[in-house]
Structure formats: structure tokens, C-alpha cells
């Protein structure tokens, strides 16, 4: 069923500027589809778990990698195709570019190709929604922010009803491909459709593309997702404004969390990006079996010293999944889960918020409840009453920063008496995350999302299935790129999620022992006392290239290369 | 005593490029202050309370407005001056740039012309502290944002002991002039200083600069304050990625507050950069006697209108000050004031918030207890608990954003009973505000500042004291903006502050009868059920004129032009 594209838009003078950009292409794919042609690896095996993946994916598994290279390859163009697109999961700047990537690799190849979006994300196949994407309708969002072109969503194709719909839908649009966007979730996503079609003997290739701004989507082969260099980027801008506030009020501290539950690499970046006073990483906190009074307390001391100094001001960065992180916190969220589902009857009898705290304290492990009584009140309640549909503690509505705040408060109190701190702690927080998600992609990920979009489309016109679409060097400018694609496999092991062994996409987290991190240990401590603040400022889409096409430090670090 | 400068900064990319900047000067001023004659115009009175104004004035009452014109005028050259710079109250984009068109003003003039900046806001000048601001200082903060070069601060020069000191320091300094940066109050204690010197028989100028990103500095002289320009800019960047966001995921409710305590320029501002679906104006809160209960109706009917047409998402600007204009809140916030003063023996006494509460409910007048029984329970337990050090409830600390989802939810949840509303809401609520602060300044704020500097500078020169720079016909070219003085006692009126009568500044409001809300009154109901957001993005400095140089719809609008 083809849905009339309603997209009203009122542009503002930017983006009508940058509509008519035009993104540069890897010079191996400038001649277009008819003149690369893939050249296979050596068969691939998953990063972990290997027999276990292949038993799940007897048809995708095993795959050679793709690299590009020049060569007539005319038979892509004979045959007029019909590719399929879904966005899947949270926006990433750059999204819209996939797509007008997609279509303009497709039209070159053969004008009579045709691309089709499903709307509001993998439901839109189940549910057969979807607009022929036409050159007309990719004209205004060229080089745009969002997924209002066709939108996006949650939903993951995965019941046999589900996989048995999409796989009747896509074959009743006689299509010869469907390209996924998402993250690891929906690409995984992606490789069980793809086995599901192959083990069906429908001749229809799935490709998946990597976006997520949380940057957890990557390894060897796949260097970066998109979304993360324009998302950091704004971050940074609003961090190195308030960086340049606090260096000219010299009165507050300011909390600053950040985007990325899963991992802490926003943060990393931003930190780079700005040289705040001190930036909590997850991953640091969870090896280093941290507790929260840990945290608590080297802040204390870190303000405390800054004091000492006459500077009563600072900024901290703290990334929205650290609580998860803090061994402590999970098993106390784990047992208040278990608490609250198994006195439920009891629970429900009592009035007040009180009761309810002294019966589940009663109940908790004695180091546990400690750490309950050391919440602030409001949290300490929050992880009481406020729970999701299944039960559970929403450890996503915790204000991190809120907490950290109250909690060095009651600490900086206990030091003032014993004589140990003498100055004043007057603290703002801020949560940045939906701002970022979908601004107007930097040049970088304009130019990236462009060729994961016409590189998806070679993958696609070869009949590539279980693919993921993979541009690499991406720290040379974007001519020297490489193309190809990675079998989603590869980067497959299995984990549990949900009380099930299941097979997914390996989330990369920040390694302590990768150079990133390492470039945070070297410098935090001067980051620390001295005022080294950066204010990068917004994007900017015009003007000097060391502005305008600036990557990321994380990238430049894991490739390398030398970052002041 | 002289201060040693220690500032410290890596800079950015783009902090580099712009340092290389040089803003358009208007023409009148580009040969500099020996070319520039001031023509006097009539004797000016207040905008209001002319016999009281004029009695706390003597000296500085009833000055002619100056407007400068080609002439020679060597005179201005001849003696070398020593002025002294301070930046007073919140950080506004375009500080510093004030500071180097000032130097640049006065080195014109004579080489030998010295300028110094009195550090930390006016207590510099009570403390004498102070650093001189040479070309090479001033080389790294040239169209940088914040007030990092010299920090603010917003003491008042207001007591016998403040105000002889200042003048001691001012003259052992050898001072010609002193320019002080500020808002509307900053700039009224610029004029009581002017006073002060006259009536001592001390030659020294002051001379002000309006600033403020609240927007609420202005008249018909002097046409906006700085700063607004970028800040509306960078919150209007953030409001729209949200839009694009909105209109991507289509299921979050974003309630968004925005700075501007006293006046809601910004919020209107921004409104018309980004068209939301609800825009609250307090202006018109207070002029229609809004309840919170109507405000809450409201947008409840609005959301379920939205929701009719399966539109279960959308965006709400909030301004800070809200809650303030809501009459009903004042009536309340001031009986809670008076009944926590007069009844604090019995209050310590009682243990729960609970007891409080029903003993304050017990007091208040029957209409305001219901009103306090309407609101949510942490609102409620804040206004009572919460309390700055002269006892009074702090509204600044509310959550404006937060008050209205909740009582929302609560609202939307009667109408589901009701069977008036069949539709999910989900809010995520922002506040942007320190964002903004401390931005690089935009073109428009990089030009207009210099020049505002540059003029001060001429201003000085001509020995004008008690006048505000100004800079005007500012939605013209640049190079065609008109410049001149504002005497500061026009603009004063009298105005009753902590229970005495003072002569202030009068604050600018948002004018129900200005064209600026006009255009919102005109264009909200569309913008409210259509999608017709805006997404403006981040600040450009580099490329078409269109994008750098363009300037407020509030401007314009205040300027009868037309706009979309």
C-alpha cells in the first residue's frame, strides 16, 4: 500500500543552502555501480561464539568480506531493480542521506531503478506502508537532520508472523533488496531477515547500515557509525559555551549528562572536545568495581581542592548509562526488582512512601539497604514507586546528574565541619540528548552517510545479502575513502537478554586500553585544576576545511593519529 | 592595583578564525573619532515620573540625545585619556567584542590612550581591581563569546562607602571615563555614578552599553540589546533539532523552558524561528488574568485536538518567568511569603511536610489553598521548603516545564474518564538558558557590538557622561547603522523595588500591541495543528550573506518589514 508523502516544511535558510550541497563520493565509487566490482576476502567466523552463530545462521554465516575495486561490471545495470529502505530505531543526523545515497547509486546504475521508503520503521514492511522515494521528494531533505522523510521505529521483525509478512510484503512490491538502517539491534535485526529469506529461498538481499550516536556500533572493519561525529559536535558546542560561562561567572559547578546509556563514548569525545574538569566513564567505573560513595567522594575531593584554589566552579560530564555501570547500583536495582515483584500483595496494602521504604529495607541485603539509605530521598523513592509496564525499576528516568549533585552537597557539608572544605558549592545540571540527535549533519557525516547510501546500493545491484555496508579510512578525506561491505555475522556472539540466549551484534564499549581512554588519563588530571577549557563553537558548513571537516578525536585516536 | 592576567585558553578551530575577524564598522565611524562631530539634539525628560526622575538626576537630567556626523573634531586627539571597561551582571555574546572596539576607538584616536578593564564587575572599581586590556590581550578574545577576558559580577555601586571608593579608585587611576556594560540595572547604577561624579565636581565620563540576551533593554533609541541575537539563535538551533526530532519519532510531548525571566522575548523570538505547536507568552498571561488551571486547559485541549488527528506528539515553549505573570501564583507566592514569616515559631515545630502543609493550607486565603491544592505534590512541598536568605520562596527554582506535564497528565487523565481524549502523552521537558550565555557571537552581535564599543569610545572622547551608547537602524547594512548617545535618565521611571521608590530603567516588555507578538497571535493556531516547524540550525560565520548576516524576526517585525 503506497502512502501520499504529506512532508510539509517551511525551510529556514540553511537548510535550503544545504539541500544543494553535494556530498563528495569515495573516488572508487564516482564512476558509479556499472564500474566497481567486489572483490571477496577469505570466508569470515563471528568475534565470539562461533558454532553457535552458525547454528542460527546456516545461510548468512561465513561470509567473505567485500572490498571494491575498479572494474566493468555492466550486468548491475541491465536489469531494472526495486530496493526497499527502513530507518530503524533512534535518529542520527545523516539518516536522509543514506537514502538520497541509496537512490542516486540506484538511478545511476540504471534510471529505471526504483527506491521505495517503508514508513515509521520496520513496522511500516509488516504492515505494507510505504512511499516511492522519487529524485522530487529527496530534493528538499538532501544533507538534512532527522527521519521525517519516512520516519522510523522500534519495532524488530522477529515472530514467524512478523518475518512471514515482511518476506509476502517484499515480494508483492517485487522487491530485489531491502536496506536497513539502524543500529546493533535492528542489524541484527537485519542478517534474521536475511536468513529467514535465504533459508525460505527468497532471492531478495538484505543490507544493513551502521548508524547510532552513541558510537557503539563499530570494530576493525566498521570505524565509526554515523550520527556520532554532528551529534558530539553539538554536544561539544553546548558544553564549551557553558565551559566559557563557568570561566567567566567563576560561581557555579555544572553536571552535565550526556546521551549513551550503553557506553560512554559521547562522552569521551565531548570531553575532548572541550576539557572539562572532570568526566566520569562508565566503562572505568564498572572495571574499577567503583561504588557510588567512590564517585561521590573523588568529586568531593576534586571540588574541594579547586576550592582551595579560590575556583568554586567546574564542569563535570557524566554519561546517562553510569548507574547502570556501578556494580553496587545494579545488584540494588536488581534486588529491588525482585523485593518489589515479591511483595507485591504486601506492598499494596501500606499508605505511605515511608512504610513502603522501612518494609523493602528490611528486606534488602544489609550493605544493600546502606546504599538505599544513602540516596537521596527523592531517588531513594523514585526506585520505589516509579516502574515500567513489566515491573521494573525505570533506572532511565534517574536524573544522574541530579543525584551526584545532592549527594556531594550532604559530602562537601560533612568535610566543612571537620574542617576540610571551605568554599561554596552552588551546582546546575543539564541532560543534552534529544538536541543532538537530529541536527544537520556536519560535512563529515554528510559525506559518510552519502556513500554508506551509494555503497549500499552496489552491495544491493551485486545481490549482496546479510551484508553490512562498510566505508573505511575514514580519518583521509573523503575521496580516499574504501568501500565494501562486512558480513553482519562476523560481528555477531551470543548474549542474554530477557532470561534467552540470543545472537547479537557486539557492543563496542569505551577500552581502557585503547588510545581514547588513554588520552583521558594522560590529560585529566591537568584538565582538572588548570581552566584548559575548549569552546569549539557550532558546526559550520561553509568556510575553512580544518573547520568545516574536522572528524572526531575518538577516530583520529583509534587510528593513530597524533591529537594535541 | 594591577592584576596580572593570567588567562589561559586552547583554542578552537573556529575560536582561531574568528579571532581574524574584523567587524563592519558603520560608515560614520570608519576615519575614526577626529572625523566624527556629536550633534545635540533637544533637551530630553523621562519616559516617566519627570519631577522625581529629574530631582535624583540634578546633573544629569534632561542631556540633549546625541547623534554623530561627519567633522572634523581634532580636538578629541590631542590629550591622551585613560578609560576604564567593566562587564556587569549575566554574560551576554559580544562582550568581549565591546571591549576591542573600545581599544580600537581610542588607539585610533591617540596611540598613547590607554583602556583598563576593572576585573570581576563593578567590585573591580570599589577594590581597584584591574588589568590593562593592551592589543595583545585583546588579539585571543576578539568575536569570542563570554566575559572570560575580565569576568563580570553584579554588585551595585549604590552606598556612600561604595560609591567614594569607586570615585577614589577612578580618579588615583587617573581615570577620563569610565564604560559600563550592563542591563537595565547595571546601566541605572552607570547613571546614579555619572550623578555622583557631577555632583563631586569630578571630570571623569560614564558612559553605558546595553546588554542583555534577554531582549528587554530597549526603546525607541536604542533598538535591541546585545546578545539577544545569538542567544535566540543557539536556543532556536536546539529547539529546532528538537522539531526535526518531533517530527521523526512522532511520540514525545517536549515541553521546553527558555531564560528570560522578567520579559519573554526569547520565547517569542524563537517561536517565530522554529514554529511549535504552543508558544506561552507571559505578557498575555498577566494582561488576560490567566489562571494556571486555564494555561493547563489549554494546552490539555490542544494535545487532545492533536491527538483526534493521531498527532500524539509536538512542541511547547515555555518562558522562565511564567509563573510570575500568572496573577493568581503572585497572589499565592506572596501570601505563602507572609504566612511562613508570621508563622515560623509553629512551623519548626512540626516534624512531616505533611503537618505543614495542612497547617499553611489552614491559613491561606480559601481560594489559594485550593490553588495550592492543585498543584503537584513536589511543587507544592518546594514553595514551602525551599527558601532564599531573606525567607522567601525561591520561584526561580521551579521547574515551570515540569509543574505544567504534571498537571497536564493529570488533566488529560480526567478528559480519558471522560471520554474526551483517546490518545498517549509522553513529555520530555528541557530548560536551555546557560546555553546560550557565553555563544561566539553571531555577525549581527560581532558587528553591532564593536561598533556599540567604538562609539563608546567617540562618546567618551566628547567627555558625554550619563549617556548609553547607541547604535541604530539596525536591520540595515552594517556599514549604514546610525550611531550616537542616549541620555540614561530618558529612560528612567520610578519603580517600587524591595519597598522603597527608585529610579530604574524602565523594562522593555513583550507589547500585546507590538507588531512582533502580532505576528505570533496571527500565526500560532496554524502552527498548532499543522506541522510547520522550522529548523534553523547551528550559527554560520562563514558563507552566504543570507545565513551570517541575518538578524531577528523581532527586529524586523519591531521595524514594520515583512517577514514569512
Chains 1, 2 share one sequence.
Not at 586500553?513 to 585529566?524: D, I, T, V
Request: glycine fraction near 8%; include cysteine.
Amino acid at each position: 500500500m503506497s502512502t501520499k508523502h504529506t512532508a510539509k516544511c517551511e525551510c529556514s535558510q540553511l537548510q535550503r543552502h544545504r539541500c544543494k550541497f553535494q556530498p563528495v563520493l569515495p573516488a572508487i565509487l564516482q564512476k558509479g555501480p556499472a564500474f566497481v566490482k567486489p572483490k571477496f576476502g577469505k570466508a569470515t567466523k563471528s568475534v565470539a561464539d562461533q558454532a553457535a552463530v552458525k547454528r542460527i545462521f546456516p545461510n548468512t554465516y561465513g561470509l567473505p568480506e567485500i572490498t571494491f575495486v575498479k572494474g566493468a561490471n555492466s550486468a548491475v545495470a541491465k536489469k531494472a531493480v526495486r530496493v526497499g529502505v527502513v530507518l530503524s530505531g533512534g535518529q542520527a543526523p545523516g539518516g536522509h542521506n543514506v537514502i538520497g545515497g541509496l537512490l542516486d547509486g540506484l538511478k545511476k546504475a540504471n534510471p529505471k531503478n526504483k527506491l521505495f521508503g517503508f514508513l515509521g520503521g520496520p513496522s511500516g514492511i509488516v504492515e505494507n506502508k510505504w512511499v516511492e522515494i522519487t529524485p522530487a521528494l529527496m530534493k528538499d531533505y538532501r544533507n538534512t537532520g532527522g527521519f521525517d522523510l519516512i520516519q522510523s521505529g522500534r519495532t524488530k521483525i522477529e515472530t514467524d508472523e512478523q518475518l512471514k509478512a515482511a518476506k509476502d510484503n517484499l515480494i508483492a512490491n517485487k522487491m530485489d533488496a531491502l536496506v536497513v538502517v539502524g543500529g546493533d539491534d535492528s542489524n541484527t535485526n537485519a542478517c534474521v531477515i536475511a536468513e529467514y529469506l535465504k533459508q525460505q529461498g527468497v532471492d531478495i538481499s538484505v543490507i544493513g547500515v551502521p548508524k547510532t550516536i552513541d558510537g557503539d556500533l563499530k570494530n576493525k572493519q566498521i570505524e565509526t557509525s554515523f550520527g556520532f561525529d554532528t551529534a558530539t559536535k553539538i554536544y561539544a558546542e553546548l558544553v564549551g559555551n557553558i565551559c566559557r560561562d563557568v570561566n567567566s561567572a567563576r560561581k557555579y559547578w555544572h553536571f552535565i549528562r550526556l546521551m549513551g546509556r550503553s557506553a560512554s563514548h559521547i562522552t569521551l569525545e565531548v570531553a575532548f572536545k572541550t576539557h572539562p574538569n572532570a568526566v566520569l566513564i562508565g566503562e572505568e567505573v564498572l572495571a574499577k568495581k567503583m561504588t557510588l560513595g567512590q564517585i561521590v567522594d573523588n568529586l568531593a575531593q576534586l571540588i574541594a581542592k579547586r576550592a582551595k584554589a579560590g575556583k568554586n566552579y567546574g564542569v563535570v560530564l557524566v554519561p546517562e548509562g553510569l548507574i547502570e555501570f556501578i556494580p553496587e547500583m545494579k545488584e540494588l536495582i536488581s534486588a529491588l526488582n525482585d523485593s518489589l515483584a515479591d511483595n507485591e500483595a504486601e506492598l499494596s496494602k501500606m499508605n505511605t512512601v515511608a512504610e513502603k521504604k522501612a518494609f523493602i529495607l528490611s528486606k534488602l541485603p544489609a550493605k544493600l539497604a546502606d546504599l538505599m539509605r544513602s540516596l537521596p530521598e527523592g531517588i531513594a523513592s523514585q526506585l520505589m514507586l516509579d516502574r515500567d509496564p513489566h515491573g521494573n525499576v525505570q533506572v532511565s528516568l534517574i536524573e544522574t546528574e541530579k543525584l551526584l549533585v545532592e549527594m556531594i552537597r550532604t559530602k562537601l557539608a560533612e568535610m566543612k565541619k571537620a574542617g576540610k572544605y571551605n568554599g561554596k558549592f552552588a551546582a546546575i545540571t543539564h541532560f543534552f540528548g534529544y538536541e543532538g540527535r537530529c541536527g544537520v549533519p556536519s560535512t563529515f557525516d554528510a559525506n559518510y552517510t552519502y556513500a554508506l547510501g551509494y555503497n549500499a546500493a552496489v552491495l544491493a545491484l551485486n545481490k549482496c545479502s546479510g551484508y553490512l555496508s562498510s566505508v573505511r579510512k575514514l580519518t583521509k578525506k573523503a575521496q580516499d575513502w574504501e568501500c565494501g561491505g562486512i558480513p553482519l555475522t562476523m560481528m555477531m556472539n551470543i548474549e542474554r537478554r530477557k532470561g534467552k540466549e540470543k545472537p547479537v551484534i557486539k557492543k563496542a564499549l569505551v577500552e581502557l586500553k585503547g588510545e581514547p581512554f588513554k588520552h583521558l588519563a594522560k590529560n585529566r588530571d591537568l584538565w582538572a585544576v588548570e581552566d584548559l577549557y575548549v569552546f569549539p563553537g557550532p558546526i559550520q558548513y561553509f568556510g575553512p576545511a580544518e573547520i568545516t571537516d574536522m572528524t572526531t578525536y575518538t577516530l583520529l585516536l583509534e587510528q593513530g593519529k597524533k591529537v594535541k
